[in-house]
T-cell receptor, first 114, second 113 residues
Framework: DTEVTQTPKHLVMGMTNKKSLKCEQHMGHRAMYWYKQKAKKPPELMFVYSYEKLSINESVPSRFSPECPNSSLLNLHLHALQPEDSALYLC?????????????FGQGTRLTVV | GENVEQHPSTLSVQEGDSAVIKCTYSDSASNYFPWYKQELGKRPQLIIDIRSNVGEKKDQRIAVTLNKTAKHFSLHITETQPEDSAVYFCAASIVDNFNKFYFGSGTKLNVKP
């Protein structure tokens, strides 16, 4: 199984809503990532979890709250978002400090904030 | 943090020609350099990667070269085909106890039949 699965595929939310994005992998990867991708732009690193601990927060606003409940799951909790937060949110996973360090991406959640 | 620059932003070639995309990076600690292909509306997918202890790697029509001293690496696609049309991203990362992948700005490759 070389899949990273993200749900939902599409999400429309109001600025006062609370929602969560979910990501799951069963490849035994101990590094998991959240990226934000705007149209015609590269993926932009938001968070890195290593061994279920938050290792990197790239100065992401607190309205984005990541969570890694176990080694297979990664969540991104959303609250009080702004319209400019509309983007494709990509989850990825990889091994750590390994000869095989390929990052596998999920298909993304396309988020629209209205 | 790492800064990855990628050129050109768009590239049009005739089917059968070669395509070259170039990237530079700023952090000399970066030691892993993957290239991703992203088709419209789809996830980025790895097409080739290279580690800092290797200068060149080839996989059929695709090759990557790395110059650690100059901090640049390039993607070479030979005998291009229309299905090679996509956006290509280079990335630089530091592979250690936690990995950080930083992407270049992307190159939109258009292969004309």
């Amino acid at each position: 199984d070389t899949e990273v699965t993200q749900t939902p595929k599409h999400l429309v939310m109001g600025m006062t809503n609370k929602k969560s994005l979910k990501c799951e992998q069963h490849m035994g990867h101990r590094a998991m990532y959240w990226y934000k991708q705007k149209a015609k732009k590269p993926p932009e690193l938001m968070f890195v979890y290593s061994y279920e601990k938050l290792s990197i927060n790239e100065s992401v606003p607190s309205r984005f709250s990541p969570e890694c409940p176990n080694s297979s799951l990664l969540n991104l909790h959303l609250h009080a978002l702004q319209p400019e937060d509309s983007a494709l949110y990509l989850c990825a996973s990889s091994h750590i400090a390994s000869e095989n360090t390929e990052a596998f991406f999920g298909q993304g959640t396309r988020l629209t904030v209205v | 943090g790492e800064n990855v620059e990628q050129h050109p932003s768009t590239l049009s070639v005739q089917e059968g020609d070669s395509a070259v995309i170039k990237c530079t990076y700023s952090d000399s600690a970066s030691n892993y350099f993957p290239w991703y292909k992203q088709e419209l509306g789809k996830r980025p997918q790895l097409i080739i990667d290279i580690r800092s202890n290797v200068g060149e790697k080839k996989d059929q029509r695709i090759a990557v070269t790395l110059n650690k001293t100059a901090k640049h690496f390039s993607l070479h696609i030979t005998e291009t085909q229309p299905e090679d049309s996509a956006v290509y991203f280079c990335a630089a990362s530091i592979v250690d106890n936690f990995n950080k992948f930083y992407f270049g700005s992307g190159t939109k490759l258009n292969v004309k039949p």
